[in-house]
Every structure is written in C-alpha cells, then in structure tokens.
C-alpha cells in the first residue's frame, strides 16, 4: 500500500521540462505585455493552491501592470493583513499608492521597500517622483542620482530631473539638460515634448 502511495504522489510532481515550459510561457507573455494571460495563469495556479500568497503577488503584479488598479490593491492589501513582506510588495503597494494619489503613503511603501533590501535603480526613481510631487524637490534629486549611479536609464533619469527643474520654474535649467539628450535621441517623443513645453514656458517668462 505505501509503494502505491509514494507512486501516486510522485505522478502528481511537475517534472522539469513541464517546469521549463511554464517558466517559458511566462517569460513569453511578460515580453509581449499578455497581462490577461498572466492573470489567467495565476487564477489557474491558485485555483491548485489557493494558499500559495506568492502566487498572490504575482497576481497583484498582473493586474498592476494591465491598469486594474481596483484589483491590485485588493491583493496587495489581503498580503499585507497575511503579513506577508516582500521587497517587491512594498514597490507595488507604492506605486498603487501613487495611483490612488496617496503620495505619503506610496514614499512610505517605497522606504518599506528599499529597507528590505530592494536595491534597484527603479524604487529610487518612484520614491524620487513622489519626493517631487510633494515639492520636496532636493530629496527627489538625490533619489534620482541614486538611481542614476544604480545603473537606471540615464534618459528616464534626466528626463525626470528635467521636470523638478520645471516644477521649480528653472526652465533654463531643464533646457540644459532635454537639449543635448534629444540631440542623441532624436525619436524621443518624451524628451521632444517636454523640451517643447520649456522652451515654450521659459520664453513667457522672458
């Protein structure tokens, strides 16, 4: 009777491959953004364990990333009562913080994050964004730095420094630094347009 249970036991184990494959197909659908078929992937996946709060994560993440902010929230708020602390639970209870315009709260999440040990260039730009939405314009800069010397995309990062110039009314400032980056990249739609407004804007004021 014991051999027949440990038999049974062992058919019900994903092999390898099937691991792989499923690794595969998440890959796949996180690169063309599927985020429908990331979130009937985890549904289906909690329909096995409904327990498993990781999968719970990774849900909360999908619909973030698909806009159902509604959605997200309720999951991350159902991990947060679990206790379940995460490095990427706090970025992700953030930023739908910064959705809701709960910008305390996201900076709070943000901090929560960095402390348990997020060392991405990412959580700085976020926490840097929300330093500049509460005209805490000097935080937001050292934020951005930071994530600059993490290795963030220098474009994201100047293009950000750029509007805390713009905040502050230092128009000049910001030309001097959209100028010369969409002279390399002249198919950013970003820069262009931001550059376009300051010009606009510091010409008024002359």
Known sequence: ILLHIVVALAGCQSTPSQEKLKHDNITRMEKVKNYDGLIRHYKSEL??????LEVKEKLAHAYFQKGDIESA???VQYLRKKGFKTASLYQLEGQVSDANNKTENAIDAYLSSIQSGNRSGHIHVLLGVSYAKLGKYDAAYEELNR??????DDLAVKNNIAMIYMAKNEYGKAIE??????????????????????????QQIE
């Open 47 to 52: 329909e096995k364990n409904a327990q498993d």
């Open 147 to 152: 994530a600059r010397l993490r290795g963030y």
């Open 73 to 75: 929230n309720f999951y």
């Open 177 to 202: 630094i959209l100028a010369p980056a969409l002279k390399n990249n002249p198919s950013n739609r970003v820069l262009k347009s931001n550059l376009a407004i300051a010009l606009m804007r510091d």
